[in-house]
């Protein structure tokens, strides 16, 4: 069962691990938008784990400070 958009709203902190649909959402692009900066290497690929395809959450905030230009808690 996939959490849908709406349901995430209401937990107090994301999932470790994030189905596409969830992956996007965090970072804040559409699904199909995530997936091409994914093939583009933007974002890093999905893990399989239990017979899914799945975003790593720690890799995915990683990605988004090196976007950011914040290397080790530091802005460039």
């Known amino acids: 069962m996939t959490a849908s958009l709406a349901s995430l709203s209401n937990l107090p902190d994301w999932p470790r691990w994030l ?11 559409s699904e199909n938008r995530f997936r091409l900066e994914v093939e583009k290497g933007v ?8 017979g899914r395809r799945v975003f790593d959450r720690r890799l995915l905030d990683a990605a988004s400070d090196r976007i950011s230009g914040i290397e080790g808690g530091k802005v460039e």
């Open 19 to 29: 189905s596409p649909e969830q992956a996007a959402a965090y970072v804040g692009v």
């Open 43 to 50: 974002w890093p690929e999905a893990r399989e784990r239990g």
